[in-house]
């Protein structure tokens, strides 16, 4: 399975292409580290945005695309710029789009944690959160953690409820 993790940061989608195949992880070679749109109010910068992304994922042969979520709200919140690349890149045909959280990226490194530093993967270290994200998902593509961090939430939230209720 070959995932492409990306990282919105400004007017660019920063990449790193991360393949598990025979239980191993390899990092195939990939033409383009980053891909910039130039003027995200511009229709035809977009749809150019979105013809680089897809002709990436036809070449390499991509299953999935994992971008790190932005929150939407409070002092962590990300652009009106990203969040229209991010929604370019959920449009793309023939592959499927997931968002994952920072919290469910922790979940997943505190279950699975990484093999390898990244030191030695040979990226660039502006890559670190795209190639991040895409380990993620390939560690526990069923969302393990993440069901399970849920459901520690819930159990909390409800002995919070039952201790309430007795005083």
């Known amino acids: 399975m070959r995932i492409l993790g ?10 790193a292409l991360v393949e598990y195949s025979n239980g191993m992880f390899y990092l195939p070679e990939c033409r383009a580290r980053r891909v910039e749109c130039r003027d995200p109010d511009s229709a035809g910068d977009l749809r150019y945005f979105q013809k680089s992304i897809r002709k990436l994922v036809e070449d390499y042969k991509i299953d ?17 710029n990203g969040f229209k690349l991010e929604a370019v890149i959920q449009l793309i045909d023939n592959c ?67 201790e309430a209720d007795t005083d």
């Open 96 to 162: 499927e789009v997931l968002l994952m959280t920072s919290t469910t990226q922790k979940a997943i490194f505190k279950k699975y944690p990484m093999t390898i530093p990244f030191t030695e993967t040979g990226l660039k270290k502006f890559q670190q959160g795209a190639f991040d994200i895409a380990y993620a998902q390939l560690s526990d593509p069923e969302g393990k953690a993440e069901q399970a961090r849920q459901n520690e939430i819930q159990r909390r939230k409800e002995n919070r409820e039952a």
């Open 64 to 80: 999935q695309i994992v971008i790190r979520e932005r929150m939407k709200k409070g002092k962590f919140a990300g652009g009106a």
């Open 6 to 15: 990306i990282e919105l940061a400004g007017n660019d989608a920063v990449l």
